[in-house]
């Protein structure tokens, strides 16, 4: 984070207004992990839930304590057995592998594209296997994936679909949110994402089975399922549930943010399409392409080097850039080349849960080289400008694109 920019932030009296009503309230929250009127929470958490299905057009909202959660419910909503693969992007949170190794299931990483960053359809095609359940497809940096692709893929196999949009909540696919586009989706409201409430998360589905699976997860499954009718429904028996539950002060600040979330959108739209035109105009640069589908919403905003025209090693531009001011950060995540991944133990010291397997996950699927799109990128000419942390007055972007111009003219780019 470079303090000499004005920090994000979208709060105003609206939230202290209604933090404090809940506070005098006295009820901070009203979850009961138990059968009953309480089970799906208290009157913020509800009416976020209700706000959220309409404006996601969705049939099925249910809020928890952050998207990581989100994740691992719908994992076990999904009903992952033990040994089961996950297909899931190379470019994304630590978070998603997590989710799936929470349930003994195996994440098998593909590899991205090379323009959009996303999961790659044609990497996830070879990866899959016998063992495969579901592909984990996340809208990375603010960008809807191809879904039309991943959808037929999935179809064709049978595979589950979850999405992680925890980067481009209100980001559209042809009309429609992403997030709400496969089996269950979900989004983010930590600190740094397009709305938050501190920390919390928004699971989205149309299936009343998977809301009713994820709700129980959400609050204690085991000691609350009589909700559902547990003598009659098998199917929501043998969960593991947590305490997953959002507070009532969260709850009323998600509807605040909730209200504002088109006005960000397209105030941080306009601020990536200002940059992108500017930065096109210097030498070497590749940029999104600025369109008028809403299908970007810009948590980063991706850059990277032409190696045809430029051939200085990215780490001395990126060097140079810090230096002179510019916000960017000049990695992201190959999470498949991480020490869990390396050395094939999740937790305890037998290899779990790889061992359930015979076959050789390590040098098939986590060595250097099975993503060779998204270390290349990674390593020679990637770079992204986290608009997410900022609110950059119409200066400071005078101001970066001025520093741009200089550090090519003092390393001489052009
Ligand atoms: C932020 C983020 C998460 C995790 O969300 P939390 O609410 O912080 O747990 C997961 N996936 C992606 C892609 C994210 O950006």
Not at 129 to 149: H, Q, R
Not at 178 to 191: A, E
Not at 327 to 356: A, R, T
Request: aromatic content about 12%; glycine content about 6%.
């Amino acid at each position: 984070m470079n303090s000499k920019f004005k920090k994000f932030n979208t709060f105003d009296n609206n939230e202290l207004i209604a933090v404090s009503k809940v506070i005098k309230s006295g009820n901070l929250s009203s979850f009961l992990g138990k059968d009953g009127k309480f089970f799906l929470g208290g009157k913020k958490v509800r009416e976020f839930e209700k706000k959220i299905e309409k404006y996601f057009d969705v049939k099925y909202a249910i809020t928890v304590n952050s998207w990581t959660s989100g994740l691992i419910a719908s994992f076990g909503a999904i009903g992952l057995e033990p040994g089961d693969e996950v297909i899931l992007p190379t470019w994304t949170m630590s978070a998603c592998a997590i989710a799936i190794l929470n349930w003994n299931a195996i994440p098998i990483f593909a590899d991205i594209d090379k323009k959009t960053f996303n999961i790659d359809p044609i990497s996830i095609k070879k990866l899959i296997s016998k063992k495969t359940k579901a592909i984990l497809v996340v809208d990375i940096f603010g960008k809807a994936c191809n879904y039309d692709e991943i959808l037929k893929i999935a179809k064709k196999h049978k595979l589950k679909v979850i999405c992680d949009s925890a980067q481009a909540p209100g980001a559209k696919y042809k009309d429609r949110f992403v997030g709400t586009l496969g089996d269950i989706g979900g989004f983010s409201l930590n600190y740094h994402k397009h709305i938050h409430t501190g920390e919390g998360g928004i699971i989205v589905t149309n299936s009343k089975y998977y809301a009713q699976r994820l709700r129980l997860i959400r609050n204690h499954a085991e000691s609350s399922v009589n909700q559902y009718g547990y003598t009659k429904k098998k199917y929501l028996i043998n969960l593991l549930g947590y305490n997953f539950r959002l507070g009532e002060i969260e709850a009323a600040i998600g509807i605040e943010q909730l209200k504002k979330l088109k006005r960000i959108i397209k105030k941080r739209r306009q601020t990536a399409h200002f940059l992108i035109k500017e930065l096109s105009k210097i030498n070497g640069l590749i940029l999104p392409e600025i369109n008028q589908k809403e299908d970007n919403i810009f948590y980063f905003l991706p850059i990277l080097l032409d190696k045809n025209l430029i051939s200085k090693k990215k780490s001395i531009i990126t060097n140079f850039l810090k230096k002179n001011d510019i916000p960017i950060v000049s990695e992201y995540e190959n999470i498949h080349l991480k020490p869990i991944f390396q050395n094939l133990i999740s937790y305890g010291s037998k290899n779990f849960p790889w061992s359930l397997d015979k076959r050789k996950y390590h040098s098939k699927f986590y060595s250097k080289g099975t993503c060779p799109n998204a270390e290349y990128t990674n390593q020679e000419t990637f770079f992204a400008i986290p608009l997410c942390l900022y609110d950059f007055s119409n200066k400071d972007l005078e101001k970066i694109i001025r520093n741009f111009n200089k550090v090519w003219i003092e390393l001489k780019l052009n």
